[in-house]
């Protein structure tokens, strides 16, 4: 039996991600996991498996003109991801202890960034050039951040996945693994001298664009938010926007992204009615 059908949607939040959600678009079909937007929400980096083979390529997504575009022949492992200036794709490779870059115009060859005796999986980078990155050890995964200005590795305390940086840089949202619950926190940075929880059972964190806001997913596969002051920390419970059918709610690493204007795209099954996904308006009232 085939697997099921999946695809990548685009929703709209307007207003700077707090009004209602518009009519969604669908950028390409099928074969994309690990969706992650570019810093100016113009382009969408993947994982694409081109021959259906389980053999998975770095694909840069132009979401205005329509174009995908593979960025070489080398065959990657997870989670394609953008430098914080846009000009670069991070990845791990298929043997799963390397991490690597590549020019995001596909004008050049891969570079080493980071290697272990162990799987290394790139979570997010910085605006200052750090990346936080999943290490196992003993099949267990805990944080690292690595600095580009002076290699210098830094290690979390616990069994921490799914690192994001906010967009500031100053604090790193992530998961913290107890038995078969995920809960979400975050911890300042560089500082790392606390941190905070902002949910029971989640995964998949991300940040708003103006990181007042911490979204992640539910086991149920509904999308949480949770408000944020930079300066103190989370305000008030979590709520939800709206229900999803992305195609993992955890242990998947990210199948969702949060663009600059608003937008949600979301790797997600489809559905068996006629409409793809249902629009959702004035849903900030049902918060009430």
Not at 84 to 109: A, H, L, N
Not at 252 to 257: E, G, K, L, T, V
Request: glycine share 8%; aromatic share 10%; proline share 8%.
């Amino acid at each position: 039996m085939p697997p099921p059908r999946r695809s990548l949607f685009l929703l709209r939040l307007d207003n700077s991600c707090t009004s209602r959600l518009t009519r969604p678009r669908r950028p390409g079909e099928g074969g994309y996991r690990d969706p992650r937007l570019s810093p100016d929400g113009r382009f969408l980096a993947v994982a694409s498996d081109d021959e259906h083979n389980g053999k998975y390529n770095a694909h840069i997504y132009d979401l205005g003109r329509d174009i995908s575009t593979r960025l070489s022949d080398t065959v990657i492992w997870q989670t394609p991801i953008w430098s914080s200036d846009g000009s670069k794709i991070t990845y791990t490779t298929t043997s799963m202890d390397t991490i690597e870059e590549i020019p995001s115009d596909g004008s050049g060859s891969a570079q080493v960034v980071l290697e272990g005796g162990h799987v290394l999986i790139a979570n997010d980078w910085s605006p200052d050039g750090h990346l936080v990155f999943m290490a196992f050890a003993k099949g267990f995964p805990h944080l690292e951040v690595y600095s580009a200005v002076d290699d210098r590795v830094t290690r979390l305390d616990g069994w921490l996945a799914e690192g994001q940086f906010s967009p500031d840089g100053k604090w790193i949202a992530y998961i913290s693994a107890s038995g078969s619950q995920s809960d979400i926190f975050v911890q300042p940075f560089p500082g790392l001298d606390r941190r905070i929880q902002i949910s029971n059972n989640g995964a998949q964190p991300r940040w708003s664009c103006d990181g007042r806001q911490i979204f992640y997913i539910q086991p149920d596969r509904k999308l949480m938010a949770v408000n944020f002051d930079p300066k103190i920390g989370p305000e008030g419970a979590p709520h939800m926007l709206f229900q999803t059918r992305i195609v993992a709610p955890n242990h998947s690493f990210f199948q969702y992204d949060v663009s600059p204007d608003g937008s949600f795209l979301i790797n997600s099954f489809h559905s068996n009615s006629t409409s793809p996904l249902t629009l959702l308006t004035g849903w900030t009232a049902m918060l009430k």
